[in-house]
Every structure is written in structure tokens, then in C-alpha cells.
């Protein structure tokens, strides 16, 4: 699922070369923490990885919020955060639920279809043109898709699990594509830092909300994996903030896609995850599609590793 306000502003830029470096680290970082938590999911179910790792996440980005200049958000901002954290919850929940049923490279391959829902809710809910760009990535996405959902059921070890968890990836990108659209309204209202704090405080709130019938204490020698895995996800996506508020997207979205390689690389070293000609054919299409995509709305067209 970053939190990371991307903007168009290109204070301080000359070249693209450090905001391309620094934005591949991030994905680096952001795929590590896919895989940690995954472990986690496994381990101790994804509710209670999320909801302890928005308060770890919630403890870590106060602490930087309250060493900085800042200034209490306003009613209104306060309003954006809390809705856009409640979408967050549901992409989170979604998406992790998926991951822990799917192997690695091919949850991350499916979650690359989240910017092609985002130009289309872009259109519904901002008044913007579908342009012709759009369908075409749309229709490269759905073959992705497609391919990858019929490598599923070729395996010999095909599950109903599987299935399931495919489907939780795809309700993911839905809601994800919204949240897009919503960091948008965010990036003009709040900093990267504010965002990462109250979003992580509202996840808390809205996860918390079950607690009494679905928490349970975290045994202790997951914490300090717990505390790894916050720390990788706010690293990551301050330093993607700090890319896009330095070069344009047309240099830094192609680099964010390296997250497939990087799923693939750890799925295999810590599950044993091998990867199938379906997932890296339909990967490969959605991939495609989200590169057209990105000429005709550069903005929103983000992988969904910005948003976990």
C-alpha cells in the first residue's frame, strides 16, 4: 500500500540523476518491507501486523513531526486525512490479505493496475477527459490481468485461496486508484510528514475500532521486525516525497516498477517462490499499460507501492 505526496514542484532540480537514484532506493526499501510484511501476515494474521504497525508507524512520525517546523492541520484537513486514511485501511487490509495467500511477485504485478482505475475515477470524480491513451493502457491492463489469472488456474496446486487472494489484490488497486485522487487534494493542503503522521493515527483509530474482539499482543520477538518494517515503509515513502518534489514523473515512474524484479528476487530468496511465464507476461502488459497511461495523466499514473 506511500503516503508519499508527490507534487510537481521541482525546487532545487538540475538533473533527474539523484531524484531517480533515491526514488529507486525507496522502491527498494518499500518491496523489503512488502516481503517483511508478508512474514508478518503469515505469522500473526494482517490485522494485527497493520494495527501494530500503524502505532509503531504513528509513535516513529510524531516524533519527526514534533522535531520540525509545524502547525496544527486545520477541521478541514483534518476531515481529508481521516477519509483518505479510512480508503488506506481498506487497501491495506485488501491488499495484504492477498499478498499473504499469493506469491510475492505476482500480488505486486497485479497492484500495478491501481493507475489505471485512478485516470478512470479521475475522469468520474475531478471532470477530466478519458483520453485515448487511457483505453489503451485499460485494455494492455485487463490482458495483464487476464494472463496472470490464467496461469492460476493451470497450476497443479491451484487453490481457492488463490483465487481469493487475487481478488483481494484487485479490490485493492479499486480503492487505491480513490486514494490517489485524494493525495492529490493532500499535497496541497498538508507536507509528506503531516500526512504520514495523521494517516498512520487514523489507521490506528479505524483498526483499533476491532481491537477488543481481534487483537492480540504481539509476541516479543516480532517486534523489533515490526519496528524494521515501519521504519522501511516511512523511509520509503519520505524519500519517494523527496523524488517527485524533485523531478518530473516522467523520469521516476518507469524506476518504480522495478518493485516487480525486486518482488521476485525476494520471493524466491525468503518463500521459494518460483515465478511462472503467466505472471512475467501479464506483468510485463499492466507494466505497458501504466506507461501509457502515464502520458496521458503523469500524475496518477503511481504504482500502489507509493501507498503501503
Avoid at 490479505?97 to 479521475?122: C, K, N
Avoid at 485494455?139 to 490464467?150: F, K, P
Avoid at 493525495?183 to 504520514?196: D, G, S, V
Amino acid at each position: 500500500m506511500s503516503e508519499a505526496v508527490k507534487t510537481s514542484s521541482l525546487t532545487g532540480a538540475v538533473s533527474p540523476t539523484i531524484p531517480v537514484f533515491i526514488c529507486a532506493l525507496a522502491i527498494f526499501l518499500l518491496s523489503g518491507m512488502d516481503a517483511a510484511m508478508k512474514s508478518l501476515a503469515i505469522a500473526i494474521g494482517v490485522y494485527n501486523t497493520l494495527l501494530w504497525r500503524s502505532m509503531v508507524a504513528t509513535l516513529i512520525a510524531g516524533a519527526a513531526w514534533s522535531a520540525g517546523p509545524r502547525s496544527r492541520p486545520t477541521v478541514a484537513v483534518l476531515r481529508l486525512h481521516a477519509l483518505r486514511a479510512a480508503i488506506v485501511g481498506v487497501v491495506l487490509v485488501s491488499f495484504f490479505w492477498g499478498l499473504a495467500r499469493l506469491p510475492l511477485a505476482e500480488a505486486i504485478g497485479l497492484s500495478f493496475v491501481a493507475p489505471l482505475f485512478a485516470l478512470f475515477l479521475a475522469a468520474l470524480l475531478l471532470g477530466e477527459r478519458i483520453r485515448r491513451q487511457a483505453i489503451w493502457a485499460s485494455i494492455a491492463g485487463i490482458a495483464g490481468v487476464a494472463i496472470i489469472l490464467s496461469g492460476q488456474f493451470g497450476r497443479e496446486s491451484y487453490s481457492q485461496d488463490a483465487l481469493l487472494g487475487t481478488a483481494a489484490v484487485l479490490v485493492s488497486t479499486v480503492f487505491y486508484g480513490y486514494n490517489l485522487v485524494l493525495a492529490r487534494q493532500q499535497a496541497l493542503l498538508a507536507k509528506p510528514i503531516e500526512i504520514m503522521l495523521f494517516q498512520n493515527i487514523f489507521v490506528g483509530i479505524i483498526l483499533g475500532c476491532a481491537a477488543p474482539w481481534l487483537a492480540v499482543a504481539l509476541p516479543s520477538d516480532l517486534w523489533l521486525p515490526l519496528t524494521g518494517v515501519a521504519v522501511l515503509s516511512l523511509a520509503g515513502q519520505f524519500l519517494m516525497s523527496w523524488s517527485y518534489a524533485r523531478a518530473e514523473a516522467q523520469y521516476l515512474i518507469p524506476t518504480e516498477y522495478s518493485a516487480f524484479i525486486w518482488a521476485i528476487a525476494l520471493g524466491w530468496f525468503f518463500f521459494g517462490e518460483e515465478v511462472s511465464w503467466t505472471t512475467l507476461t501479464g506483468a510485463g502488459l499492466i507494466v505497458a499499460g501504466c506507461l501509457i497511461a502515464a502520458r496521458a495523466n503523469p500524475k496518477l499514473a503511481e504504482p500502489i507501492e507509493a501507498a503501503i
